[in-house]
């Protein structure tokens, strides 16, 4: 996984899925899918850049229709994630989704471990010789004018 530098394969992702019928909104039984995933992944701080673990944690209830017109009109009613039933449905790529989408997008400690550089200082800077300023030149065009 990209996300995590190539670290964290050895972490254990624990999962379950428990397939059952609900009923839906006329009260016919209806295929859904309780998914739950748990796992810590090593991940960049983006305040001090260094390793930070991130716990996800995802408990989503999903169901299923049978097209994909179906799935997306019901998808802003539904409380529940909508999927398409399908004979080639895969779960570990349905586990990896939904853990990619639970990563947070700015990964930070709460507390970093090391004091965060808020300035940036250029040693040389102060040494270096100072350039003539290009607007310099009209400032001095401008006064001759007006005499």
């Known amino acids: 996984m990209v996300e995590t530098n190539g670290l964290g ?5 624990t999962w379950s899925a428990r397939f059952e019928l609900q009923p839906d909104a006329t009260g016919e039984p209806q295929v859904a899918l309780q998914l739950a995933v748990g796992v810590v ?5 983006q305040r001090c850049l260094g390793p930070v673990d991130v716990a ?4 989503r209830l999903f169901k299923f229709v049978d097209t994909e017109a179906q799935a997306e009109l ?3 009613e539904s409380p529940e994630d909508v999927l398409v039933s399908s004979r080639d449905f895969d ?3 349905l586990i990896e ?8 997008v700015v990964p930070r400690h709460d507390t970093c471990p090391v004091a965060i550089k808020l300035a940036a200082a250029d040693v040389d800077f102060e040494d270096a010789p100072a350039k ?12 001759t004018d007006q005499t």
Do not use: H, R
Not at 9 to 13: E, P, S, T, V
Not at 133 to 140: K, M
């Open 9 to 13: 394969a050895q972490n254990i992702l």
């Open 97 to 104: 989704d939904e853990v990619l989408m639970d990563l947070p």
């Open 41 to 45: 992944l090593p991940l960049t701080c």
């Open 74 to 76: 019901e998808d802003d």
């Open 56 to 59: 996800v944690q995802i408990d």
């Open 91 to 93: 779960l570990q790529a």
């Open 132 to 143: 003539p300023n290009p607007f310099a030149v009209l400032a001095g065009l401008k006064d």
